[in-house]
Structure formats: C-alpha cells, structure tokens
C-alpha cells in the first residue's frame, strides 16, 4: 500500500466513509423501526469498511474473504427480506448463487493467490482460471448490486401510481436504484487493471483506480442520499404534495415501517 497514489488513498477513504455513516445510520434506524432487513443492510456496509481495513492492514485473505462474503450475501438477503419476502424459491436462487460463486471465487484464491488487482504478473497456464475467478466475483457483485438496482427502480415504478406515499420516498428509491445501477460499471473497468502485477502504480492502473472509485463514491453518496434524505431536499420532493387525507400520519419511522411492509406485499 505504500506505493499507492495518494489521489486513491484519499478517494478511498472518502468512500470508506460513506459506507461507515449509512452502516451506522441504517443500524440506528433498524433499532428505532424494528426493521431487521435495515439492519442486515447496515452491517453489509459496516462490513465493506471492515474489509477495505483489512486489506489495508495487509490481513490474512481468508479472512479478507469471510468478511466480504458476508457483506455481499447480506446485501442479497437484504433485497430478498425487502422486496421479495414469501418468494422462498426466488430468495433461494439467488442467495444459493451468490454462495456458490463465492465459493468458487475463494478456492481460485486460495489455489492461485489471485487478487484485484492482480499482485504478480499472470502466466498463460493460470491466465484461463483467472477469467473463471473474475466470472465468479463479477458474478456474484451483480447479483448483489444489479438485483438491487432492478428492485429499486422498479418499485420506484410501482410507486407513483401510489398517491397516499410522499413523494420524498419514491426518490429515495430511483436515487438507490441509479447509485446501484452506476455502481455496475465496476464490471466492466476491474477488466482494464493490468495484468503485470503493477497494480495501481502504473499510468493504466491509476486511471482505472480513479474511474473504480468515482463509481463507488457515486454509489456511497446515492446510498447517503437516499437513506439519510437531508430535510431540504426532502421538502423539495414533497414540494406540490397533496395527501388525499388531510390529517395523514406523515411520522417518519410509521412511514418507514408501514412502507416497508407494504413493499413486502406488493413488489
């Protein structure tokens, strides 16, 4: 890490501290509303931040890979317990699948200590089981990032035909669904990283760096945005809101909970 851009470290660091703000802000919130999909969501993010410490921290990739397991098939629970509960096939589908490709992602690890970037330069012999690696990572971020993405901007969809919900709640949903949508360009810049094992301290690998951390920053801050809605842009969005009901219970853990649930029955 010493030879790191200083640029990335900083860019780092700005998204490390997104995710460890929502974490925490989602944990609160899941204790206050009694939500536990929040609060598997809040510890996904806590544990991105624990993983990104850890390999700052040079620890053991073992460990490295029990953390950032977890945060990817809790972000896959979350998506399934928020929008698909009682989809019991579904659900096991694609948390079986996120399992599975972790599985594989781990044992090209553990067989040839392959990294993202990669550390050493790639050899035609394991060339063939490094794409296998990365079909298994990339495939296992899309499921967690692209089934959040889809079920966002779809019940943002499902939501404006819904007049009795604030207009506030419906964004916050498109602004997770675009920041998970962007957060998927991830897939396609990772195969731009050198294969020479320079990593981030190449002309090519700090351009690529830069570009994987604009997306995640993106992703941290729509995430922010959307889960913390600062009161002024909330009134913004609530600007021309009319309730049918004048004496509409607008109380903002009721809300939560009673859209939540109603996610559960209708999405």
């Known amino acids: 890490m010493a ?106 690890r553990w067989n040839y200590n392959f990294t993202t970037p990669l550390a050493s330069p790639l050899t035609d012999e394991s060339r063939i089981y490094y794409y296998i690696f ?43 669904g675009i920041g998970a949508l962007v957060f998927l360009l991830q897939d396609l810049f990772v195969f731009l990283l050198p294969m020479d094992g320079t990593g981030y301290t190449s002309p090519q690998g700090i351009i690529v760096g830069i570009l994987l951390l604009i997306v995640s920053i993106f992703f941290g801050a729509t995430q922010l945005i959307g889960w913390i809605m600062p009161p002024k842009l909330k009134a913004y969005f609530n600007r021309d809101f009319q309730p049918k009901n004048s004496n509409q219970n607008v109380d903002e853990d009721l809300t939560e909970e009673e859209l939540m649930k109603q996610l559960m029955e209708d999405v």
């Open 134 to 176: 990365q079909f298994a990572v990339r495939g296992e971020f899309t499921i967690g990032t692209g089934w959040l993405a889809y079920s966002s901007l779809s019940t943002y969809s499902n939501q404006r035909k819904m007049e009795d919900i604030e207009p506030w709640i419906q964004k916050r949903y498109f602004i997770l």
């Open 3 to 108: 030879d790191t851009p200083i640029v990335i470290i900083i860019l780092a660091l700005i998204y490390i501290s997104s995710l460890l703000l929502i974490g925490i802000f989602l944990f609160y919130r899941s204790i206050r509303t009694k939500l536990l999909n929040l609060r598997v969501l809040g510890f996904a993010f806590i544990g991105f931040v624990v993983d990104f410490i850890l390999i700052f921290l040079k620890a053991p990739s073992f460990l490295i890979n029990i953390v950032v397991n977890t945060c990817f098939i809790l972000m896959t629970i979350f998506t399934y317990t928020t929008f698909y509960k009682g989809r019991k096939r579904l659900g096991t589908i694609f948390i079986g699948a996120v399992i599975l490709l972790r599985l594989i992602d781990c044992i090209a």
